[in-house]
C-alpha cells in the first residue's frame, strides 16, 4: 500500500517559483547591466514601465549613447530633455504630444514605418539589446502577463539580449501573444504603481454628426477596426442597434465595453478567431483594463498579427475607421504632419485601409471634421502642402466621412472624387474649392 502525501499550498507555491525570487533585484541593480550605446526597446502607451525609465533618468551619469525606442508614449520623455543628449536619445515610430515638439526640434528622432512592420524594423534594423516591460506578477505555473499590450513587445521580450521587467499588481492579466515566463526575463523590478489612463474628451455635436454618418455604412455581422477619439466614441452611439458585430483592431478602448457587455459585439461571424475581440494594444481608462483582466473572450495579439494586410482581408465585412489631418481634391490623405512638421504618425491606417479593402464586403473609411482652427481652415484642400508627408495614397482611399456627408472615391474619375469631395466639404468653403477646381481640372 503507497500513500500520497498533499503538499501545503504555501509551500508547493515557494517550491514552484521557476527562479522568480532569485531574480527579483532593485532598479538600480537592474539597470546597471545596460552598457553604453545600448538599443532599448520600451513598451508603450499603457504598458511603459515608467518607474524603470524614471530610474533609467536618475542614473543618467552612467550612460552615454543610449537610445530608446517605442511607439505610443503616454508619459513625459524625460530622457529626452535639455542635457539629456549625451546620455540618451528618443526615436519613435509614432509623435505624440509628450514627444511631438522633441521630435520637431531635433532633439529625438522619428522613425515612418508601417505598424505591423515594426516588430520586424526593431528586431533586424535596430536591433534589441534591452527590453524594459511591465509585467504582472507570475501565476502559480511561473506565467506573467505583458497586460495590455502585445504589439512589437512581446517580440521585443522574445529578442532582446536582456529583459528587465517591472512587476507591477495594477496591470490586468490578459490571453494571446502576452504570455512570457520567469525563464525568459532576466530581472524583476517589483515596484506597484496604477496604469496611466488616457481620455479622448468629451463628444461634441461636429462629432456626432460625423459618428451617425459613419454608422450609415455599418451593417449588422460586420467586423469593426476603430481608434480612440470622439469620432470612434460617437459612432458606437449611433450602431446600438446593430447585431452581431466584431472586432479586429490595432487598438480599442473604453467605448466598445459597453457593446460587448450587451452582446452588440460578440464575434459570432468572424472568419477568424471567432467569439473573439482582437487587438494588439488597450489604451484608455480603468474601464477597459478592468475589463480585459482574465477576459478570454479578448486576445491581445502581436501587431505582425493584427495589422498583417493578409489577416485583415480574410475577415468578410471589414469596416476599417481611421482619420486624417486633411485631404486634397485627389484624395490624398495627409494623416501625420503638418507641412514638414511631424503631428502623429502612419501607424496602422493604411495596414487597415489596404485590408478592408481587399475584404469581402470591406469598406476603408476616413473620417474627419470638415474645418480646423474654428472653422476658419477647410481640411478638405485643393492641393497639399508642400512637403506634406502622404500617409494613405489617392488610391487607396474609399469612403471619406465628415459632418457634411458622405463621399465615396474609390474607382472614380479624378474629376467626380474632386466633386464628392467638394460636395462633403464644409460649406462656407465650397465655392473656393469649385474655383480651384475648375483651375485644376478644367
Not at 527590453?131 to 505583458?146: E, I, M, R, Y
Request: glycine letters at 8%.
Amino acid at each position: 500500500m503507497s500513500f500520497c502525501v498533499a503538499v501545503p499550498r504555501l509551500i508547493r507555491s515557494e517550491i514552484m517559483d521557476y527562479g522568480y525570487s532569485q531574480k527579483v533585484v532593485s532598479a538600480e541593480e537592474a539597470l546597471s547591466h545596460i552598457k553604453n550605446g545600448d538599443q532599448i526597446i520600451l513598451a508603450h502607451a499603457a504598458a511603459e514601465p515608467n518607474y524603470l525609465v524614471s530610474k533609467l533618468v536618475e542614473l543618467k551619469e552612467n550612460y552615454e549613447g543610449v537610445e530608446l525606442s517605442t511607439v505610443v508614449t503616454l508619459n513625459p520623455c524625460h530622457y529626452t530633455a535639455e542635457g539629456m543628449a549625451p546620455h540618451f536619445r528618443g526615436n519613435y515610430f509614432f509623435s505624440t504630444g509628450n514627444n511631438r515638439d522633441k521630435i520637431n526640434a531635433n532633439f529625438a528622432d522619428y522613425s515612418p514605418v508601417f505598424f505591423h512592420d515594426v516588430p520586424r524594423v526593431m528586431r533586424d534594423c535596430l536591433g534589441i539589446d534591452v527590453a524594459l516591460v511591465q509585467v504582472t506578477p507570475p501565476d502559480k505555473h511561473g506565467w506573467c502577463s505583458l497586460g495590455p499590450s502585445a504589439d512589437f513587445t512581446s517580440t521585443a521580450v522574445e529578442s532582446a539580449k536582456l529583459v528587465i521587467a517591472q512587476v507591477n499588481k495594477y496591470l490586468p492579466r490578459t490571453f494571446g501573444d502576452t504570455s512570457v515566463h520567469v525563464r525568459d526575463i532576466d530581472f524583476f523590478v517589483e515596484h506597484d504603481e496604477p496604469m496611466v489612463e488616457y481620455s479622448s474628451g468629451a463628444v461634441n455635436d461636429t462629432a456626432i454628426a460625423i459618428g451617425k454618418n459613419i454608422a450609415s455604412l455599418i451593417k449588422d455581422g460586420d467586423v469593426l477596426q476603430l481608434g480612440i477619439g470622439v469620432i470612434p466614441d460617437a459612432t458606437m452611439m449611433f450602431i446600438q442597434d446593430k447585431k452581431d458585430l466584431g472586432l479586429h483592431s490595432e487598438m480599442i478602448s473604453d467605448g466598445v465595453v459597453d457593446l460587448m457587455e450587451k452582446g452588440i459585439i460578440n464575434n459570432s461571424r468572424k472568419q477568424l478567431d471567432r467569439g473573439k475581440s482582437v487587438t494588439c494594444f488597450l489604451m484608455g481608462s480603468k474601464k477597459i483594463y478592468d475589463f480585459a483582466d482574465d477576459n478570454p473572450s479578448m486576445l491581445i495579439k502581436s501587431v505582425a498579427y493584427t495589422n498583417d494586410v493578409r489577416i485583415i482581408a480574410q475577415q468578410d465585412n471589414m469596416v476599417a475607421i481611421n482619420s486624417c489631418i486633411e485631404m486634397d481634391l485627389n484624395g490624398q490623405a495627409a494623416s501625420e504632419s503638418f507641412g514638414t512638421r511631424q503631428f502623429s504618425g502612419t501607424g496602422g491606417q493604411v495596414d487597415f485601409v489596404r485590408g478592408a479593402n481587399m475584404s469581402k464586403g470591406g469598406r476603408a473609411i476616413l473620417a474627419f471634421p470638415s474645418t480646423a482652427a474654428k472653422d476658419t481652415v477647410s481640411r478638405i484642400v485643393p492641393v497639399l502642402k508642400a512637403g506634406t508627408f502622404i500617409t494613405t495614397s489617392r488610391n487607396d482611399v474609399d469612403y471619406v466621412v465628415t459632418e457634411y456627408g458622405i463621399a465615396q472615391l474609390r474607382g472614380k474619375k479624378m474629376r467626380d472624387r474632386a466633386e464628392e469631395l467638394i460636395s462633403v466639404a464644409h460649406p462656407k468653403f465650397r465655392d473656393e474649392l469649385r474655383f480651384e477646381f475648375k483651375k485644376i481640372f478644367g
